[in-house]
């Protein structure tokens, strides 16, 4: 167990929906990272938030958005979903700000099916 | 840009045999870290190793070892005696620099190696 939870573990909505994904991480860390993990593009990383700030951004579409919130957990925010955004979606935590030092440890998960 | 390939797509091996997940990495930056993450069929990703640049001294932990050849751009994977409990997805994956701000760095990932221990 990584200490990373990630909340719903499964997900199945239709397309042009709404959904969003909740990730606390571990206990200490203030650097939390989105990917998607899909069998076509692999693993792709989408942003990273810092302490409440978006550090840095990745492969991550304008229907998708995230935030930190105070208490360090943080939400992605898929809208309009389309098909193609059926994938595996992590959420990612390191101790300080991504510096390349940094380990990411990753949570179990949440499973998006758009049907 | 920064690439991480694994060349094994697919791997399958009898118990007790061992094997080696290959991979190769392409940067620029002189400093960067590289990672192996385990993917077993329940799907979470756990973190096995990280190993600097800097650093191309053979790690041995139990049954695994890793090598790290920065002349060929490749830190390697060995999984000795293998058990099917190493049924998994090993992805090798790279940090370094992708400068958006404030000094963050991206962590680059390999396709994969899907790796089938047979009983």
């Known amino acids: 167990d990584s200490g990373v939870t990630q909340t719903p573990k499964h997900l199945i909505t239709a397309t042009g929906q709404r959904v969003t994904l909740r990730c606390s991480p571990r206990s200490g860390d203030l650097s939390v990272y989105w990917y998607q993990q899909s069998l076509d593009q692999g693993l792709q990383f989408l942003i990273q938030?810092?302490?409440?700030?978006?550090?840095a951004k990745g492969n991550i579409l304008e229907r998708f958005s995230a935030q930190q919130f105070p208490d360090l957990h943080s939400e992605l925010n898929l809208s309009s979903l389309e098909l193609g955004d059926s994938a595996l979606y992590f959420c990612?935590?390191?101790?300080?700000?991504?510096?390349?030092?940094?380990?990411?440890?990753f949570g179990p998960g949440t499973r998006l099916t758009v049907l | 840009a920064q690439k991480v390939t694994q060349a094994q797509t697919e791997i399958s091996v009898v118990e007790k045999e061992d094997v080696t997940l290959d991979c190769v990495y392409e940067t620029r930056d002189t400093t960067y870290y590289l990672f192996w993450y385990k993917q077993p069929p329940s799907g979470e990703l756990v973190f096995l190793i990280r190993r600097n640049s800097f650093d191309e001294q053979n790690e041995i932990s139990g049954r695994y070892s890793w090598n790290f050849q920065k002349s060929t751009s490749s830190f390697n994977f060995t999984i000795t005696a293998s058990q099917v409990v190493d049924s998994a997805v090993y992805f090798c994956a790279l940090s370094g620099a992708l400068y958006s701000g404030a000094g963050s760095y991206q962590l680059t990932f390999g396709k994969g190696t899907k790796l089938s221990v047979i009983p």
């Open positions: 938030y810092y302490n409440g700030e978006e550090r």
């Open positions: 990612a935590s390191s101790v300080d700000g991504g510096g390349f030092t940094d380990t990411q440890y």
